[in-house]
Structure formats: C-alpha cells, structure tokens
C-alpha cells in the first residue's frame, strides 16, 4: 500500500476516534447541565476506553509526519484529500479541547472533582507574580542608582 493511501486510512481512523470522543464528552456536558444529576457520568470511562486506541493512532499519524514533511508545499497542496482530513482532525480536537474545558468548569462548580484535582490557587490569581515582585522589588530601589553608584 502507498504511504498516501496508509495516511488516508489513518486520518480517517484517527476521526472517527475522535467523533467518537466528541459524543462522549458531550453527553456529559448534557449531563452535567442536569440539575438532578449529581453523578459523574461515563465519560471518564470512554476516555479511558479510548486511550490506547487513540495513542495507536496518533503514533501511526506521527509516522506519516516525515513522509507529508518530505513532499514540495506544491504537491502536498494537490492532496486534498489528506489535507481535508487533517483540518477536519484538527478541527475536532478544538472542539474536544474547548467542552472538556466546558465540563470541568461544571464539575468544579458542583463540587464534584477531588481536592487534590484543583489547580493550585496561585494559577487562580491572576496578579500573582506581579504581587511576588513588587514585594521582593520595592517600587523604584531596585531600578535607580544610588548616590554611590552614580560617582
């Protein structure tokens, strides 16, 4: 087989396992949104049912890399095909990414992520390191010259 033909097959793989990701992450955003739900939802699951099959995937795509890397910007723009699949991947990820961040932000708010999960409460203050320097800069001492240094 053709490394275009394998890297078709393995885009096409690689987007139904990631529709298939899709759907569960938004039944659990459906689920989430529930008023009487209070149980975590199977999505955890699914991901971890998921996984390996996606690792598989994602590394028989990384070995196309090369190849598609290898081809002139001129030929690779003839390959509709592949690049419509590599968009449509992409495009899906996006998606995953943007309601995984959507879901947790309903679990955080209905207490149902363990303490140990949340992020430290230095990432939740937004003028942190700002704080961090002014406290170990005093406003101006550390940027102007003393009288001793100027002479």
Same mark, same amino acid.
């Given at each position: ?15 139904? *396992? ?17 008023l009487e739900s209070d149980q975590p939802t199977s999505a955890a699951e699914a991901r971890?049912?998921? *996984? ?26 003839t390959k509709h095909e592949i690049r419509d699949l590599l ?65």
């Amino acid at each position: 087989m053709n490394p275009e033909t394998q890297m078709t097959l393995d885009l096409r793989s690689h987007l139904a *396992l990631n529709t298939d990701l899709l759907g569960h992450l938004e039944r659990e955003s459906q689920n989430l949104r529930q008023l009487e739900s209070d149980q975590p939802t199977s999505a955890a699951e699914a991901r971890r049912d998921v *996984l390996p099959r996606l690792e598989e995937a994602l590394q028989r795509i990384r070995n196309h890399r090369s190849y598609w890397l290898s081809l002139s910007p001129e030929l690779r723009s003839t390959k509709h095909e592949i690049r419509d699949l590599l968009r449509q991947n992409q495009d899906l990820i996006m998606r995953m990414i943007l309601l995984d961040r959507e879901n947790e932000q309903l679990l955080l708010r209905r207490g149902l992520i363990p303490p140990k999960h949340l992020p430290p409460i230095q990432r939740q203050r937004p003028h942190y390191v700002a704080g961090l320097y002014q406290r170990h800069h005093p406003s101006g001492s550390a940027s102007q010259p003393t009288q001793d240094q100027t002479r």
